[in-house]
Each structure stands twice: as C-alpha cells, then as structure tokens.
C-alpha cells in the first residue's frame, strides 16, 4: 500500500513538471495587449480564429454581419500588439489572411491587475470570453444536442461535480485535466477530414462561495 502511494506521488510530480514545462512559453497579456484586446468585437474576432482558424476581414465581416472596414481595423488594432499574424504566403494585396498564433495566452497579468487601466480591461475581456462560451453552450443545449447527427450528440458530454477539496487537491486535479486537454490538442490541432469539426473543451474548477456569502 505504501509502495502505491508513492508510486502515485511521483505520478502527480511528474504530471505537474510536464504540464508546467508544457506552459512555459504560454504569453501572458500585458497591459498594451489587455487594452488591444478589450473591445467586444476584437474579442470575437480573436475567438473566432481561435476555434476556425484563419479567416479574413471578408469572411470574418460575413460571419458577425459587419462591414469589412470595420474588421479590419480590429484586425490591425489586434495585429499592432501581436494578438494575431498574418498568414505567410497566403492571400493578396487585396485580402490578407489572418490567425491566431500558436500557443497558450493568459488573460491573468498579477501586474496589469495593478491599474484601474489594467483591471477594467481584464474583466472587460474575460466577461466577453465567458459569455461567449456560455452562449455556445446555451446553443447547443437548445438546439444542437437534439438536432446533431447520432454520433455527435454520444461522443459530446455537459458535466457537472462537486467535491470538497483542499486547495492542493484542487491544484492536482486541475493539472490532470489540463494535461489531457493538453494532449488532445497537441495530437489533433491541425486535424482535416470529413468527419473533423471545430470542438470546444472546457473545464472549470473553482471554490465555491460558503453558504450564505453568495452576492
């Protein structure tokens, strides 16, 4: 028994080193680049390339049912802080192709949070992030989930857990979901094929509020 503690102790720490060796060079937004960010249109554009891929202003314009000289001067507002790129060797003059580089981001600066400045873009931007989710979610329950073929609707999953946790219990199992998403999206990113579709993955583990402190 002992031996099987251990055992799954090193486990964890091997988990936690591969994950945090994974996230090394994940960016962490700035101020500039929080600011850049924190329009409801930009957040969308980012999104969208984000879950598609590359897009144009053309294309994008058609998708939020904007004018295309409107998207692209949040391309370029994007672009000016790094937040997108330019697809090399595709596209014209006339229609630059845009994307999302690789790569993790965090919207969590312990620096930006300093500012008002810094502050009001952060929540800014991930209110618009998180209603952006929750509407997909809130679709798909509506609509999709009854509507898609069979094997979609199997292979999907809405879940919801409590547990009652200590903080590093918290930290460990964050770790382990992280890695699995981690090497899902590593092994099926650039993924193409008549059955492949754009899929969301969430997962959330946060602490509750206790009984009577909700707002």
Same mark, same amino acid.
């Given at each position: 028994?002992?031996?099987?503690i251990r055992e799954e102790g090193?486990?964890?720490? &091997?988990? *936690?080193?591969?994950?945090? +060796?994974?996230? #090394?060079?994940?960016?962490?937004?700035?101020? =500039?680049?929080?600011? $850049?960010?924190?329009?409801?249109?930009?957040?969308?554009?980012?999104?969208?390339?984000?879950?598609?891929?590359?897009?144009?202003?053309?294309?994008?314009?058609?998708?939020?049912?904007?004018?295309?000289?409107?998207?692209?001067?949040?391309?370029?507002?994007?672009?000016?802080?790094?937040?997108?790129? &330019?697809? *090399?060797?595709?596209?014209? +003059?006339?229609? #630059?192709?845009?994307?999302?580089?690789?790569? =993790?981001?965090?919207? $969590?600066?312990?620096?930006?949070?300093?500012?008002?400045?810094?502050?009001?873009?952060?929540?800014?931007?991930?209110?618009?992030?998180?209603?952006?989710?929750?509407?997909?979610?809130?679709?798909?329950?509506?609509?999709?989930?009854?509507?898609?073929?069979?094997?979609?609707?199997?292979?999907?999953?809405?879940?919801?857990?409590?547990?009652?946790?200590?903080?590093?219990?918290?930290?460990?199992?964050?770790?382990?979901?992280?890695?699995?998403?981690?090497?899902?999206?590593?092994?099926?990113?650039?993924?193409?094929?008549?059955?492949?579709?754009?899929?969301?993955?969430?997962?959330?583990?946060?602490?509750?509020?206790?009984?009577?402190?909700?707002?």
């Amino acid at each position: 028994m002992d031996e099987e503690i251990r055992e799954e102790g090193r486990d964890d720490a &091997e988990t *936690e080193s591969a994950l945090l +060796a994974h996230h #090394r060079d994940d960016r962490v937004l700035d101020t =500039g680049a929080l600011r $850049a960010l924190a329009h409801p249109m930009r957040v969308r554009i980012y999104d969208i390339l984000s879950q598609y891929g590359p897009q144009t202003a053309s294309s994008l314009a058609e998708r939020l049912g904007e004018s295309t000289g409107s998207t692209s001067y949040h391309l370029r507002a994007l672009a000016k802080h790094d937040l997108i790129e &330019e697809v *090399e060797g595709r596209g014209n +003059a006339r229609e #630059r192709w845009w994307q999302r580089p690789v790569g =993790g981001v965090s919207f $969590a600066n312990p620096d930006a949070m300093k500012s008002p400045a810094g502050r009001a873009a952060t929540q800014l931007v991930m209110n618009e992030f998180f209603h952006l989710r929750q509407e997909q979610l809130m679709r798909f329950i509506q609509g999709g989930l009854m509507s898609e073929d069979p094997e979609w609707q199997e292979s999907s999953m809405i879940s919801t857990a409590h547990a009652r946790l200590t903080p590093a219990q918290s930290a460990e199992l964050s770790h382990k979901i992280m890695a699995v998403i981690d090497e899902a999206v590593e092994k099926h990113r650039n993924q193409t094929g008549d059955d492949v579709r754009p899929v969301t993955i969430r997962a959330d583990v946060f602490p509750l509020p206790e009984l009577g402190e909700e707002s």
